[in-house]
């Protein structure tokens, strides 16, 4: 498991794990947030919070919190929310990105210390890891027996770059200036869209050839996850799928 699809494969193996700690429903909120403090409070101009709108509607998020998260993302309640990337690197040297969104760095960036810090790691300064990721807009297409040429035509109509396919159907990879484009326009197309989301996609992989090691790493990844403060988490390791089976 590596590359671009490694992450769809950790995103589905943490899902159930996700579920029963209460944070799915944190990062319901969360994606309504990062979505209206990108593209503004708008559903009908802003495809990717109506999306996630739709999302948190789907997994029982009340209005409420959805209306809060919007007015959080876009800075009407508590306070600008800002987007900051930790950098630094986990066990045997991979490197990670923390995507974090927070009105207080002052509060968040001790956490972020510590938690690189408690996983056998260590925090790096702004840019040591950046320079090994791609920037790209994601956007996942759900569905079985969807036929791959047809869905890359569509997706390159768009102004998408590529695709891959993945455990529940594929995931549509673009520049982030027109993410929302591409979604709209795949949804238009008939298709099943997921997720919509920016990624840092590694460009070359750090290889894990044990249990021990690849426990400790996705140990670190979930620590930081479940921080209340955190969007996302980027790391460049390589974990094979027969030691990933091994961890269920």
Not at 74 to 83: D, F, S, V
Not at 97 to 120: E, I
Not at 174 to 198: F, H, K, M, W
Request: aromatic content about 6%.
């Amino acid at each position: 498991m590596s590359g671009h699809s490694h992450w769809s494969g950790i995103k589905h193996r943490k899902a159930a794990q996700d579920a029963k700690k209460g944070v799915a429903f944190q990062k319901l909120v969360k994606d309504i947030i990062a979505a209206a403090k990108e593209g503004g409070g708008d559903p009908n101009s802003n495809f990717r919070l109506k999306v996630a709108i739709e999302r948190a509607k789907a997994g029982n998020v009340p209005v409420d919190n959805i209306e809060r998260g919007i007015k959080r993302g876009t800075g009407e309640l508590g306070g600008p929310m800002e987007e900051i990337y930790y950098e630094g690197y986990g066990p045997n040297g991979v490197a990670v990105m923390v995507q974090a969104m927070t009105d207080n760095r002052n509060r968040t960036a001790p956490d972020m210390r510590s938690l690189f810090s408690k996983s056998g790691g260590s925090i790096g300064e702004m840019g040591c890891v950046a320079w090994n990721f791609d920037r790209k807009g994601v956007v996942e297409i759900l569905g079985e027996g969807i036929d791959e040429d047809e869905l890359m035509m569509a997706a390159l109509e768009a102004g998408a770059d590529d695709l891959e396919a993945e455990e529940e159907g594929f995931e549509v990879s673009c520049d982030p200036n027109v993410l929302s484009q591409v979604a709209q326009a795949l949804r238009e197309a008939g298709y099943n869209v997921g997720t919509i989301e920016v990624q840092m996609v590694p460009k070359n992989t750090v290889a894990i050839g044990n249990k021990s090691d690849a426990a400790k790493m996705l140990a670190m990844i979930e620590r930081f996850e479940d921080h209340d403060d955190v969007q996302a988490v980027y790391a460049n390791f390589d974990i094979p799928d027969e030691i990933l089976a091994e961890l269920d």
